[in-house]
């Protein structure tokens, strides 16, 4: 441990007041920490005061209503991977849930927390992006809801203000009709940071696409949506020259760079022949 | 009963499935200080000045630098190089150059914050290309700490008659050891009691040895212990001798107690890794495909300081022929200088690095000849009564064909091979199965064991139980259980009637470092001569008869020590008169015996995403007589895990000479998900001077995977692939350079 822990508080808020209060005053909320324990072990977190919000009823849990579904920000990888309705509806959550780190984060590991955090390299922002989700965040102020392609500002930038926690994910299942895909390619089969991933989802009437949606994350400063790929496919019959012609298109979407994991060659081939097993697939 | 060659359960497996066994963060001594090392943010330059800023109370600290060392400041071990901290001179990033010691763990990284060094800075060299160039000159007067040249026949003129001339350069990368347990050490040092340590290691009287010196005591004033060793794997071969030196200082200033454990991020940055290599090698053939001259040149990255480079290039220069014979040898080797932490001893010690070249040359040969890989390997391999590489004439009977055999059954190779071909057209996944043969010698190179001149002893207790002291230590890999089963036997009495004492100088005898299988084959021998001469002073003072029970070997233990006294047997390590090495001309006998073995990996490489999983893997061996075959297998399956590692994941990413990824997350290890089915089968050709029979087997497993899964994926993709780790990364760049 390379931190100096005197220099550090650590607080439980059991209510969102209480937590409202926690932040008003400059803390930082702490779910499971599995991103923040990271840092504070290299030394790397800055010294602060934190607050747990892990007993925050409205926080927790999958509700669902015959429209929607509601994933509180508190909700683990291992609800999402174990929850019927998301495996039958949302099966791209499910998968992903499922590659994150290994067993131990996925019990402890948040939603919310791998959205607050805001890395191109989570997982599970390029399924939220396919699947339309939107993004519910609460403060002193109240719940305010945006399209959760609007929340991720930049590298390590989004939308949440000082005050705001997130509250929560809510999902339309209208997807029954829909290829989902999903292919995460890490350094290794467990506890791998993605290299690229792509999450896709496509309703094919007679050969022809009629609705498409790309997303790939560890490729730019966010996950992005590939909607001049979406653009181009919608509409078509799928041939070797359409899917070499997305290939192509992918590439302006993306903005792949070398970093300590890969190399930004090595992500945009990947992703561009990703693209090609998921079209393949569907065609 | 005999207990050589059963699967008898670890001596402390009980204490650590328990929870129980003492690590050495698991102790905590009154009065304790927490150490801290203070380190080079750069490769190369001159330190001018320390400064302490404010922020801390420094006068509640203990720092020490170089000017506060009471002896030499050298870690001694072959060259007097390395320092144990920085005077002026800067030789690699994450050197040390200041200690610091506190009561209070925490505010240390406070206070390390707090540190700033003025340092002048001067050009580095990283890579061999550069070093080899000498600008500059960063180590003696040519940046090399040890060569080595091996001639025999003609090999100029075997190049001019040969039938066809084939040429290959090889490179393998660093790799970092990543036992489970980071170093650590705890020292009590000051001019009365001297210095003692206690620490997680695998040679106490290597630290010992640095010690002397340190201090300027005597050697009797020093002391070290094992404690319980989580994995060392040649990772706490020679480095436990600076963090110890580290401690011991601390605690001569502070009059208290210190200790120093690594977090697993200053021990990736700061400790040896496995030596880079690069390995160029020319071939000649005659009409019928048989070699006939080999030309070999070997180069290996040692770091900044000498360590143990020139007996890791020794090892990988006698391997680097491999199981084949040629008439005609000409090997170069060297080991040179960078500005990098000292790479070090890390299982298999240099002959994974020539091993793989010249499987990978070996494969390249055979597809450029267009022959069947195992018949022509089987064409070249070397015979009893045929001299290898390294000058060494096999005199004992050797089981090579059969270990092969055994693995192309095992795996169903042929079949495998050509269905492969097929199955691979339609699919985006091309599966490919490979090969890899090779032999290991064991113990100490050439006279090293002679120079060793070993001591183990055994000594009865008043109760009856014999106890084996030896100063090889138990890191996981089996000592403690296969001494008992060689003392059992030795002296026909129960594997519950041993135990092994703690390895500590003040009571063990030095029988040598616990390092290339040499435990079991040495010393496992020396362990079964004491006890022997131990049952000879029971039979000479009439107490015992030749044939005898157990129980009347117990009382006759207690009688004598009762009437006669203490009863001790010990045995000295003598070179069987088989074993000529002549040191001056650098051939002979390099090992006493040799491992065989042949080591098949399947494979599927996705060409979409370059990952490559090795789907199934066969390791067949000879290694004299397996002792316990349950510790045996497990051996093998976790070297190869380990091989795995080395060959397709373990990458270490060097920047301006630090290890930029030293982080689990980002130093990528095989999981268990990554690591297939291993199927592990042994072949017996017992060794009459091994303990037990035995010969050497953990380093086997580090020396066969990366060659047999290169095999594999080549096989797989029809491509050339000549260096490890082989990353999807790189796997692209070479597929797109074919595709060109
Ligand atoms: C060994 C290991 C493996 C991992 N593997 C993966 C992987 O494969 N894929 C992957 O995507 N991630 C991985 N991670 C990262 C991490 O587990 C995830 O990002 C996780 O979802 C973070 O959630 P948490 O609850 O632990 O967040 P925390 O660490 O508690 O918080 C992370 C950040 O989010 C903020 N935050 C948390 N909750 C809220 C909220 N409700 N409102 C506002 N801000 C909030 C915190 O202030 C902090 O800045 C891994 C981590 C580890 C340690």
């Known amino acids: 441990m390379r931190a100096y822990l005197p220099d550090y508080s650590f607080h439980r808020a059991k209510t969102l007041t209480e937590a409202f209060s926690q932040l008003e005053a400059g803390a930082k909320p702490f779910a499971g920490g599995t991103d923040i324990m990271v840092l504070l072990d290299a030394g790397a977190l800055p010294p602060d005061n934190y607050f747990d919000i892990l007993a925050i009823k409205e926080l927790q849990g999958i509700r669902s209503t015959k429209k929607a579904l509601s994933l509180g920000a508190l909700t683990t990888y291992s609800e999402i991977r174990n929850h019927k309705l998301i495996q039958s509806n949302f099966p791209i959550l499910c998968a992903s849930a499922r590659e994150v780190g290994a067993i131990a984060i996925q019990n402890r590991g948040t939603i919310g927390g791998n959205i607050a955090n805001s890395s191109p390299a989570a997982d599970l922002p390029p399924g939220l992006l396919v699947y339309e989700a939107q993004i519910n965040l609460i403060s002193k102020r109240g719940l305010r809801t945006l399209d959760y392609t609007k929340f991720h500002l930049g590298y390590k930038k989004n939308e949440l203000q000082k005050d705001e926690l997130i509250h929560s994910i809510t999902l339309k299942p209208e997807f029954q009709k829909h290829h989902h895909f999903w292919r995460k390619v890490g350094s290794r089969r467990s506890q791998a940071i993605s290299k690229t991933m792509i999450a896709a989802l496509a309703k094919v009437n007679r050969k022809r696409i009629e609705d498409i949606r790309i997303a790939l994350g560890s490729v730019a400063p966010t996950a992005v949506r590939c909607l001049e790929v979406e653009t181009f496919l919608k509409g078509k019959i799928l041939s070797p020259s359409t899917i070499l012609e997305a290939k192509k298109i992918l590439s302006r979407d993306l903005h792949p760079i070398d970093d300590i994991r890969s190399t930004g060659k090595y992500r945009l081939i990947v992703s561009q022949n990703m693209l090609e097993e998921f079209l393949c697939g569907i065609g | ?740």
């Open chain 2, 1 to 740: 009963m005999t207990w050589v060659g059963k699967s008898a359960l670890r001596k402390e497996g009980d204490s650590k499935l328990r929870g129980q066994a003492k690590y050495i963060d698991d102790i905590s001594l009154s009065g304790m200080m927490h150490g801290i090392t203070v380190r080079s943010p750069i490769a190369r330059g001159l330190l001018k000045k320390i400064e302490y800023l404010p922020g801390v109370n420094w006068d509640e600290f203990i720092t020490v630098t170089a000017k506060d060392i009471p002896g030499n400041n050298y870690v001694a071990l072959i060259k007097k190089d390395q320092p144990y901290l920085v005077d002026e001179k800067i030789n690699h990033p994450e050197e040390p150059i200041l200690l610091l010691a506190h009561s209070n763990k925490h505010i240390l990284e406070k206070a390390r914050s707090l540190i700033k060094f003025h340092i002048e800075s001067l050009p580095p060299v990283f890579t061999l290309e550069e070093a080899i160039k000498q600008d500059p000159i960063i180590w003696g007067t040519n940046n090399t700490f040890k060569s080595y040249a091996i001639d025999r026949g003609d090999v100029e003129s075997a190049f001019k008659d040969a039938h066809i001339l084939l040429e290959g350069t090889y490179e393998t990368g660093a790799q970092e050891q990543l036992y489970i347990e980071p170093n650590g050490v705890i020292a009590i040092a000051n001019e009365k009691e001297g210095v003692t340590i206690w620490g997680s290691m695998q040679c106490p009287y290597y630290v010992h040895k640095a010690l002397v010196p340190l201090f300027n005591l005597p050697p009797e004033k020093i002391r070290v212990v094992q404690a319980e060793t989580g994995g060392g794997f040649g990772g706490k071969e020679e480095y436990p001798s600076v963090i110890s030196g580290h401690a011991a200082l601390l605690s001569w200033k502070a009059k208290r107690p210190v200790k120093i454990i690594y977090d697993r991020m200053e021990d990736m940055v700061a400790t040896t890794k496995r030596h880079p290599s690069k390995t160029r090698i020319k071939t000649a053939f005659d009409k019928n495909h048989k070699l006939i001259a080999l030309d070999i040149d070997f180069t290996i990255d040692g770091g900044a300081y000498a360590t143990l480079s020139s007996v890791v290039l020794s090892r990988g220069t006698l391997h680097a022929s491999g199981p084949y014979f040629s008439s005609n040898i000409k090997i170069r080797s060297r080991a040179l200088a960078t500005n990098t932490p000292p790479h070090g001893a890390f299982r298999g010690f240099g002959a994974p690095q020539s091993l793989f070249a010249i499987e990978k040359h070996m494969e390249f040969c055979a597809r450029e000849l267009k022959l069947d890989p195992v018949k022509f390997r089987k064409l070249n391999f070397i015979k009893h009564g045929e001299i290898l590489g390294c000058g060494q004439l096999v005199k004992e009977k050797i089981k090579l064909n059969s270990v092969v055999e055994k693995a192309l059954i095992e795996s169903d190779f042929h079949k495998k091979r050509k269905a492969f071909v097929k199955t691979n057209k339609n699919s985006p996944i091309k599966k490919g199965i490979g090969l890899a043969v090779f032999m290991h010698g064991a113990g100490f190179t050439g006279s090293g064991e002679t120079f060793l001149a070993s001591i183990a002893a055994v000594k009865a207790t008043p109760e009856g139980k014999i106890e084996i002291l030896t100063s090889n230590t138990e890191i996981g890999q089996g000592t403690n259980t296969i001494f008992s089963q060689m003392a059992a036997d030795a002296l026909n009495i129960d594997f519950s009637d041993i135990e092994v004492v703690q390895p500590d100088t003040a009571h063990v005898p030095n029988s040598g470092p616990t390092v290339a299988s040499r435990t079991c084959m040495i010393v496992g021998k020396l362990v079964e001569q004491a006890s022997k001469d131990l049952k000879q002073k029971l039979i000479s003072a009439q107490l015992l008869k030749e044939k005898y029970t157990r129980k009347e070997f117990i009382s006759a233990c207690k009688k004598y020590i009762k009437e006669i006294g203490e009863l001790k047997g010990s045995s000295q390590y003598k070179a069987p008169s088989h074993i000529v090495w002549d040191e001056q001309k650098y051939q002979g006998d390099a090992y006493g015996t040799y491992a065989w073995a042949a080591y098949v990996a399947e494979t599927s490489t996705d060409t979409r995403t370059f990952e490559t999983t090795v789907d199934k893997f066969w390791a067949v061996q000879e290694v004299g007589k397996v002792i316990n075959p349950l510790l045996a297998k497990g051996q093998i399956i976790g070297g190869v895990a380990q091989g795995i590692g080395y060959a397709l994941y373990e990458e270490v990413i060097w920047k301006e000479g630090r290890m930029a990824n030293n982080k689990m997350s980002n130093y990528i290890m095989p999981t268990t998900l990554d690591v297939p089915e291993i199927e592990v089968h042994f072949l017996e050709l017992p060794y009459s001077y091994g303990g037990g029979g035995s010969k050497g087997l953990g380093e086997l497993p580090l020396d066969g995977p990366s060659p047999a899964i290169l095999n594999a994926m080549e096989h797989a993709l029809k491509i050339t692939l000549r260096q490890i780790p082989m990353t999807p990364e790189k796997l692209m760049a070479q597929m797109e350079e074919i595709n060109k």
